[in-house]
Structure formats: structure tokens, C-alpha cells
């Protein structure tokens, strides 16, 4: 393995886990203060870091390349993403809804083959297919056992596809500190704008404290995911986004008490066990 992929494989890694753990800041953060506004808060502090940051490092020489279609784009994903996912978080159960995310790593392989050519073997496809039948078994689309803000869940995962390939191809010239700000700064105006159809409740010391702690796991994971995608080929790092299934299962057992039933454990197996073995192959 070369020095890029394990460089790569690394820095996924402590991105899945800045991320696990934002995620569960969040579902805490959602007992008392609604999506829009966990949003836009954890935003504003997130900006306030990697601010900081840019200054000290004089990277916003660079900034004109914020303007990048790419970017843009990855802007758009990003908004898209967090006010369906922090929507979910607060209906579902986290281990639930992050599994569910994890069906991004599998269309990112399958658009890196038609859109960019990347080489797939028939083993991962196979790998694939079986992966979506795992994220079936844990939304369970019956009428008796489908929750509809899952959909909410999957147009995340959707969104998590389309923002992790756009930013494997922006170009390497651009810091990932601003790219980690524009998305930053899409998703808390995203939160501003959703806050005209929610209401906003007062702020005590235990809602700064999770969002502070979420805004900064939040900018080391978004920076960490973009160090990966520069590093290796998307079908290489993608798999290891599936150790934070553990993560969120562990968090949600020991904050709320919470385990998944016998189907989706099963589904989480089948989806995890799929990502690895693209990783293999």
C-alpha cells in the first residue's frame, strides 16, 4: 500500500470519528433546541475556529477559488445534507440514521466508475448491491415498519455522495481549510433560512458546551475528509467510513440506552461487510 493511501485511510478515519461525535452532540443538543438552530449555531462557532485558522496560516489568498464550480457545488451538497440529517437526528435513533448515511461510500464507488472510470470489479458490484440490501433491513420500507423521517436519512446519504466526489476532483491548489469554511458557511446559512419556519428557545451553558464541542469535532472532521480524498481514490478511503457504524451504536447505547433490534444489527452487518470488501478487492 502506498504512502498516499495510508495517508488517506488515516485521515478518513479521524474524520469518521470527529464526525460520530458530532453526530451524537447533535442528537444531545436536539432534546432542547430545534434543527435550524443547532445548525446555525454550531455553524457560527465552527467559522469562528477555522477563521482563526486561515488568518494565522494567510490562506485567504486563496480565497477567489472559493468561487470554484466545484466548490459551489460542494456548498450546495453540504446544506442539503445537514439540514436533512440534523432533521433526522431529531425523529430517529443515531445508530439508525448514521447507518443509513453509510450508503454513501457505495454509490460514491459505483459514480466513480460511470462518471470518472474509476476500475470496479465485478466483486464490488456484487459488494454493491448487497450493501443496499443492507440499508433496506434498516429502514424497513413496509408500511409496519418504515419511519418516514428516514427519508430524510437517505436524501443525506445522497447529499454525503454528491459533496464527498465533488471534492475529490477541486483542484489541490485551494487549501482544505477554506473548503471546510464554505461548506461551513453554507450549512449555517442554511440553518439561518430554516429558522423562518422554526422557533428558536434560549441557549444555557450545557447547549454551549455540546455545540462547542460539536462545532469543533465538526471542523477537524470536515478538514480530515478532504486531507483523505486529496490523498487516495475514493474507492479506497470510502470503505472506512463504516467504523463510525461502532461508534454510533456505542455512543447511542451509552447516552440513551439504545441498541438496534435483530434486523437492522443484521442490515448494519451486511453494509459494513460490503464496504470492506471493496476495500479488499
Not at 485558522?53 to 457545488?73: E, K, Q, T
Not at 440534523?86 to 460514491?108: E, H, T, Y
Request: net charge positive.
Amino acid at each position: 500500500m502506498g504512502e498516499g493511501n495510508r495517508k488517506g485511510i488515516v485521515a478518513m478515519c479521524a474524520a469518521v470519528a470527529c464526525f460520530t461525535t458530532t453526530d451524537g452532540l447533535m442528537k444531545l443538543a436536539t432534546e432542547t433546541l430545534p434543527a435550524s438552530q443547532i445548525i446555525a449555531l454550531r455553524g457560527l462557532i465552527a467559522l469562528t475556529l477555522m477563521s482563526a485558522v486561515a488568518i494565522s496560516a494567510r490562506m485567504w489568498r486563496h480565497a477567489g477559488g472559493l468561487l470554484h464550480p466545484l466548490v459551489l457545488l460542494r456548498v450546495f451538497f453540504e446544506m442539503s445534507m445537514i439540514v436533512a440529517y440534523v432533521s433526522a437526528l431529531s425523529r430517529l435513533p443515531l445508530a439508525n440514521v448514521f447507518s443509513v448515511l453509510q450508503a454513501a461510500p457505495i454509490v460514491m464507488t459505483a459514480f466513480a466508475a460511470f462518471i470518472w472510470g474509476e476500475r470496479v470489479s465485478l466483486g464490488r458490484w456484487i459488494a454493491i448491491l448487497i450493501g443496499f440490501a443492507g440499508v433496506a433491513l434498516i429502514i424497513k420500507p413496509t408500511p409496519s415498519g418504515f419511519e418516514p423521517a428516514m427519508t430524510l436519512a437517505l436524501i443525506a446519504s445522497l447529499c454525503v455522495a454528491g459533496r464527498d466526489l465533488s471534492t475529490a476532483r477541486i483542484p489541490r491548489t485551494l487549501p482544505a481549510i477554506l473548503i471546510t469554511f464554505s461548506a461551513t458557511l453554507g450549512s449555517t446559512l442554511a440553518g439561518g433560512l430554516l429558522s423562518s419556519v422554526e422557533t428558536w428557545h434560549p441557549v444555557g451553558q450545557r447547549e454551549v458546551l455540546i455545540l462547542g464541542g460539536a462545532a469543533l469535532a465538526l471542523a477537524i472532521g470536515n478538514y480530515a475528509v478532504i486531507v483523505a480524498y486529496r490523498s487516495a481514490p475514493v474507492s479506497i478511503v470510502s470503505p472506512f467510513r463504516y467504523m463510525g457504524v461502532a461508534f454510533a451504536i456505542f455512543f447511542g447505547w451509552m447516552v440513551w440506552g439504545f441498541v438496534p433490534d435483530a434486523i437492522a444489527l443484521a442490515g448494519i452487518v451486511i453494509v459494513v461487510l460490503a464496504g470492506l470488501y471493496t476495500i479488499r478487492r
